[in-house]
Each structure stands twice: as structure tokens, then as C-alpha cells.
């Protein structure tokens, strides 16, 4: 594999090895070996000890986009998905130490700077969602807001929230614009849902995800489309 294009100089190849729960210890990085990739199941939260990584992403046209160095004292592999949205490689040799995923809270507790990375990485995942939905222009407007949902459930999660309940404070206008679709079909779509038993409305909370299992099946485009995600048409003739 070719190391992408950035303005580091270096070996052309990058080492690629097999990641393992290393929590509590140091892992050491040779100049250019990938540390995670876009897609990788989260397995840590690593701490730079020495070195640099550059972390980027890959557009949808193949280009790489260079999203941040991170240095001795940084923290990378935050965020609410359970997958990384981006690649991390070391730009020289370098070190990290590993941290359990549910380490997060302790780890940026009284760090300003590290708080700020954390935020700043879950807004670059929730970007990466809503990239990922709007590009499947095809996909079915219910598939799209059950991902958004599970999507806000995680980092609802993560705050220490209830992830089953997800409150009005977003205007529904905010969420179909996220999505990329029109009021009318974010409205059919929470009807689906909720058509389905995924979903139902709460007094005081705002929506209650009744079943999350299943909702992140239908997120994931997991087989066919459930039978109560029935085509427009169909529905609204049935509601009608």
C-alpha cells in the first residue's frame, strides 16, 4: 500500500500490523506504520509519548485530506462511532501508549487541550455520518434517520446520558437538512419507525428508541429493508 500524499518525507510503504488490545502499554511505531484506518473497529485510545502521527481521511474522489498532527501529549481514536473515520500512521518513529475506549472521561478530566481534541474529534465523526448517509442518495430516508438516531444514541452514551431517549431540543428542520431530505420524509420516516416498534414518542424526553438492537440493523442496511418500511407511496395510500 502506497503511503498517501502529504508533505512528510519518507519510505513509500507502509508497515501495516495487526492491532491488539494493548491496553496500559506502549506501542511502539515505526516511521510510517499505520496505527488505525478508517473503518478499523475501535480497540483503543492511544496517548503520543513520543513522535508525531498525522491523522487524515480519504475523500470520496481519492484524495487525502491531512486533518491534524498530533503530537507528544495528544490524544487520538476519540469519538462516539464504534469505528475510526479516519487513518492514523506515524510521520516518524514514534510511541503511544493505550487506554481503554471507556478511559475517555478520566483521561481529558482537567486537560483543556484534550477536552478540545475529544470535541472536536465527535464532530468530525458526526460530519463523517452525515457524509456517509447524503452520498447514498439512494438509500431509504427511514435506513438514513435510523443511523442518525443510533448515531446520536452513542454519543449520548458516551456523555453518560440515558442512550435509549433522545430529546426535542433539535429542530426536526436541522435534522432533515443533516440528512439530506425534506421535512415531509423525515415525518414518513419517524412513522416508519415507529410503524416498525422501533421508536415512540415520549412526554418530557422528546423520542424513546425502544428497541436500539434492531434500529442499528436497520442503520447498518443489514438484509432487506424491514416490511414496515414500506415504499411512499405505499404508506401514505395506507394512512391516507
Do not use: W
Amino acid at each position: 500500500m502506497l503511503r498517501p500524499g502529504s508533505s512528510d518525507t519518507g519510505s513509500t510503504t507502509l508497515v501495516r500490523k495487526t492491532p491488539a488490545r494493548e491496553v496500559g502499554k506502549v506501542r511502539s511505531l515505526t516511521r510510517d506504520e499505520i496505527l488505525f484506518e478508517s473503518g478499523d473497529l475501535k480497540r483503543n485510545i492511544y496517548r503520543v509519548e513520543t513522535g508525531a502521527l498525522c491523522v487524515y481521511r480519504t475523500r470520496p474522489d481519492g484524495t487525502t485530506e491531512i486533518v491534524e498532527y498530533a503530537l507528544a501529549g495528544d490524544l487520538v481514536g476519540m469519538g462516539f462511532l464504534e469505528r475510526h473515520a479516519t487513518h492514523a500512521r506515524a510521520s516518524v518513529n514514534s510511541s503511544v501508549r493505550c487506554f481503554p475506549l471507556d478511559a475517555a472521561d478520566k483521561l481529558i478530566a482537567g486537560d483543556a487541550h484534550n477536552k478540545a481534541r475529544f470535541d472536536e474529534a465527535v464532530e468530525r465523526e458526526f460530519i463523517f455520518r452525515r457524509e456517509s448517509l447524503v452520498s447514498a442518495s439512494s438509500q431509504h430516508p427511514a435506513i438514513r434517520l435510523a443511523a442518525f438516531l443510533t448515531a446520536v444514541s452513542q454519543r449520548t452514551r458516551e456523555e453518560g446520558g440515558d442512550p435509549t431517549f433522545i430529546d426535542d431540543s433539535v429542530n426536526c428542520g436541522v435534522i432533515a437538512d443533516f440528512l439530506g431530505i425534506t421535512i415531509e420524509e423525515l415525518a414518513l420516516a419517524l412513522t416508519q419507525l415507529e410503524t416498525c416498534g422501533l421508536i415512540e414518542t415520549a412526554p418530557r424526553h422528546g423520542l424513546r428508541l425502544k428497541d436500539l438492537a434492531s434500529l442499528k440493523s436497520v442503520a447498518d442496511d443489514v438484509g432487506p429493508a424491514p416490511a414496515c418500511l414500506a415504499p411512499k407511496g405505499t404508506l401514505l395510500k395506507a394512512l391516507q
